[in-house]
């Protein structure tokens, strides 16, 4: 039971983490990186990494930046302290 609940802590933390990265490539894009947004048109494609927005200037963005960092510690600690397997986190019976 007590596990149960660990594994699905960890995937609420996983999908709080997949919004998050969102929110920071769409912040990022409509702020500093506007200019760059407006090159892309409708159906483009472009693999975004975190790493093009670690200089940013905007504080905001930093802060975001610095909470996903947290946010991935953390899930890391909990995955390792308890062990937690892919095939618990697919396990659609827990």
């Known amino acids: 039971m007590y ?3 660990i594994i699905l802590t960890y995937r609420q933390l996983l999908e709080t983490h997949e919004e998050l990265m969102e929110r ?3 912040v990022g894009m409509t702020g500093e990186f506007a200019e760059i ?10 693999k ?16 975001l930046l610095g909470l ?4 991935e510690n953390v899930m890391n600690t909990l995955a390792n302290v ?11 019976s827990i």
């Open 48 to 63: 975004f990494d975190l790493e093009m927005f670690r200089d940013s200037k905007d504080q905001n963005l930093q802060l």
């Open 82 to 92: 308890n062990g937690i397997t892919e095939e618990e986190l697919e396990d659609e």
């Open 3 to 5: 596990r149960d609940k």
């Open 68 to 71: 996903f960092d947290e946010l």
């Open 37 to 46: 947004n407006e090159i892309f048109r409708e159906g483009d494609t472009f």
């Open 24 to 26: 920071i490539i769409n």
